[in-house]
């Protein structure tokens, strides 16, 4: 794309010039004029506090800007741009739901004054740490999917979480047997995604030991169910030959609960 000289601005119709960001006229800007256009073309409303979602995904922008009269939002999608840092979203007080996914980020920050954020997608950045989302007093649900998460320091902030249920790390780069303390310090998590991190295959028994460590949890990769939650704890209290006990017991109880269904039903 050819520069655009200040001769060149003076020729540029005010529409076109509304969309360059001073600071890098290559990309869009977010103006005030395209994010009313935009909540037009979704059906919303050109008075800005009026509208409760707001769409401004794929349109390349490298700054979150212009949307303090959007005090009325719930849902925000800014995924899909070139935005570089969290920030101008602190008066978003109503925001519940924050998609930034695939976006150029390598840190977390500006989510102070989002007290009823639920949940929060950053997925496909080049974020390397957790930090700044204790100040979330709701966020249940993170995505922290295909980052560049490494180590347990990387997500021991997340221990400070409270409200936290789901979090999804896959496929970034855990490794080492600390990933398994800080996880089990995560007491409120019922789900964790976390395929296609080295700890899951380098760490003996990881499975065994997140669900025992992790009372709550219904699931880890794929559904957590009451036998296998049972042999766990079983294995945890007394082994391999306990955990075998465990096994041999349940299934002779299938085998009764089957001999009496199918007597219940001969006699019916």
Not at 52 to 81: P, Q, R
Not at 192 to 217: A, D, E, Q, T, Y
Request: charged share 25%; with cysteine; aromatic share 6%.
């Amino acid at each position: 794309m050819p520069a655009i000289t200040s001769v060149g601005l003076n020729v540029i119709g005010s529409q076109e010039t509304d969309n360059l960001d001073s600071s890098d006229p290559n990309f869009p800007a977010m103006n005030k004029k395209d994010i009313r256009n935009a909540c037009i073309e979704q059906g919303g409303f050109e008075t800005a506090a009026l509208n409760d979602t707001l769409y401004l995904h794929y349109k390349g922008y490298t700054k979150i800007e212009n949307l303090d009269e959007y005090v009325g939002l719930k849902a925000l999608w800014l995924d899909s741009n070139g935005l570089q840092e969290i920030g101008n979203l602190n008066h978003q007080c109503n925001l519940r739901c924050l998609f930034l996914q695939r976006n150029l980020f390598t840190h977390i920050q500006g989510l102070d004054g989002l007290v009823n954020l639920v949940q929060l997608d950053l997925s496909e950045n080049m974020i390397q740490s957790i930090d700044s989302l204790s100040c979330l007093p709701k966020l249940s649900s993170l995505n922290i999917s295909k980052n560049l998460l490494s180590s347990s320091k990387s997500i021991t902030h997340l221990s400070e979480c409270k409200t936290l249920a789901n979090v999804d790390f896959s496929h970034n780069k855990l490794e080492g047997e600390s990933v398994l303390d800080v996880l089990s310090l995560m007491k409120s998590l019922l789900s964790i995604n976390i395929v296609g991190n080295p700890v899951v295959n380098n760490v003996s028994n990881f499975r065994k030991r997140c669900i025992g460590g992790m009372k709550l949890l219904r699931y880890l990769d794929k559904p957590i169910f009451e036998d296998e939650r049972v042999t766990v704890e079983a294995w945890v209290g007394g082994g391999r030959e306990a955990e075998l006990e465990m096994k041999k017991k349940l299934h002779e109880q299938k085998l009764e609960e089957g001999k009496k269904k199918t007597k219940e039903f001969r006699a019916w």
